[in-house]
């Protein structure tokens, strides 16, 4: 029983122990809060033209929020800026004194200067309200890093106490594009080029400067999309008009299916139906080759048909030639009918490959990071819709010559064409490629004889 009442008496005190130890804790950590100014946040509004960021040496606007704690009170705050920060045209600063939700009146005073602003209260600021102070126009050092105001503030009793250092602004330094964005804010003719509303929301100059190399990449990355999936759809396209043209019904009409089916529908409605409808049935695929493979297969069904026209262009003498010279039908598919065919069908496959580069944008409903993506990130971000004009500048930078070497092919098929046609005393001597084929098999008979 001894033993067991021991046993008892000194858990009792373990747990006494516990207990005001807890108290102890509690009571001094309600005692840390209640002391001075709690710093909740200290931020930096972006001053890009395109992007978040903050930069050294532009003016922006800076904001610094605390918490007044309990049995305190505020009657001045002064905040010490880091040096290199400099002011600009209009420099100014006024705090809100806020009651949860609700804004309070709070008279004041308030000076700045490039060192320091201080908000001197006509009443001091009770405990448990927040104190905002915004500061305009201030340009914060030109070196990139990260920066903090410092300070202090004055209780009702004048008594000045340190403020405890606020969290860090990161700052980055102005780029060339940023520079010249800059110079252009200050250039008269872009103030009234801007003060025409189309021109502005449309053909931002400032904006055109920084879309440029902030869409580069999505450029990029929908030129790969295209340069890889066409070359894809290739292939695919020239079996499939195989199976067009096969003897066989069943295999036409399967062959029928897939290239009506694909021509039949909108590219946008593949394109839900490969993101989303894949991953129920457990298909999980890269976006990048998910779109690349989307796009092969949307490319393939038209170039099937443009594939199957060239070779049904080609006349069917040729077919017979072929075979009188003893060659087996794929031989003369792939040694005379296809050589022909291509030469034929480059212009027609040139606007497909220009359509499909175009057609990448649709990817950016699925959230695919390509060209047209970039832009709609810039839009949201700047509420103006020149990052839209200058997207469409880079699909001209491709299209447009495409379109020229297009146009240059076509004459010179033309005039292949009428050249042929002329006669006999204007045709330059050219043998045909059939008409090589059979002196070559001429020769090896005569050979074969000897």
Not at 16 to 30: F, H, N, P, Y
Not at 289 to 303: F, H, K, M, R, T
Not at 353 to 377: C, H, N, P, R, W
Not at 428 to 445: D, G, H, N, V, W
Request: hydrophobic share 50%.
């Amino acid at each position: 029983m001894n033993k067991h009442s021991t046993a008892s008496s000194t858990i009792r005190s373990i747990l006494v122990t516990i207990a005001v130890l807890s108290l102890i804790v509690c009571l001094t950590a309600g005692s840390t809060q209640a002391v001075g100014l709690t710093i909740n946040k200290t931020t930096a509004q972006s001053n890009q033209i395109v992007g978040n960021n903050i930069i050294g040496g532009v003016p922006t606007r800076i904001t610094w929020e605390a918490t007044v704690g309990a049995n305190e009170t505020v009657k001045q705050i002064t905040l010490v800026f880091p040096e290199g920060t400099a002011l600009g045209e209009g420099a100014n600063s006024k705090a809100t004194v806020l009651d949860d939700l609700t804004r309070l009146d709070a008279p004041q005073t308030s000076t700045i200067s490039a060192e320091q602003t201080t908000v001197t209260f006509d009443e001091p600021v009770a405990s448990g309200l927040l104190i905002r102070i915004e500061m305009y126009f201030i340009a914060l050092p030109e070196a990139s890093g990260e920066y903090r105001l410092t300070g202090s503030y004055v209780d009702s009793a004048g008594k000045e106490r340190e403020l405890q250092a606020s969290r860090a602004i990161s700052v980055i330094s102005a780029t060339t594009v940023d520079v010249i964005t800059l110079w252009m804010d200050d250039q008269p003719w872009v103030e009234l080029w801007n003060s025409v509303l189309f021109l502005k929301v449309f053909l931002n100059p400032q904006l055109i400067v920084a879309s440029i190399p902030a869409l580069f990449l999505g450029w990029l990355r929908s030129l790969l999309l295209v340069l890889v999936g066409f070359p894809l759809a290739i292939p695919i396209g020239l079996a499939i008009s195989f199976l067009r043209m096969s003897k066989l019904r069943i295999i036409r009409f399967f062959a029928a299916i897939y290239v009506n089916v694909i021509r039949g529908t909108p590219l946008f409605l593949q394109i839900y139906i490969a993101f989303f409808g894949l991953p129920f049935l457990g298909i999980s695929i890269d976006s990048y080759i998910l779109g690349i493979l989307v796009l092969a297969v949307n490319s393939s069904a038209y170039l099937a048909e443009i594939f199957r026209a060239g070779i049904q262009s080609i006349p069917k003498g040729q077919f017979e030639a072929s075979a009188s010279l003893g060659m087996h039908p794929a031989q003369t598919m792939f040694h005379v009918i296809l050589p022909q065919t291509i030469r034929r069908v480059i212009p027609t496959a040139t606007s497909e490959f220009i359509l499909l580069y175009k057609d990448t944008s649709l990817l950016a409903a699925v959230g695919v990071m390509e060209q047209m993506m970039f832009a709609k990130s810039m839009v949201a971000s700047t509420g103006n819709m020149t990052p839209y004009i200058v997207s469409a500048g880079y699909y001209l930078l491709i299209t447009l010559p495409l379109t020229k070497i297009i146009a240059e092919f076509e004459k010179k098929l033309a005039a292949a064409d009428d050249n042929s046609s002329a006669p006999d005393d204007k045709k330059k001597p050219k043998m045909s490629l059939l008409e090589r084929m059979k002196s070559i098999q001429k020769i090896k008979a005569l050979r074969n004889k000897k």
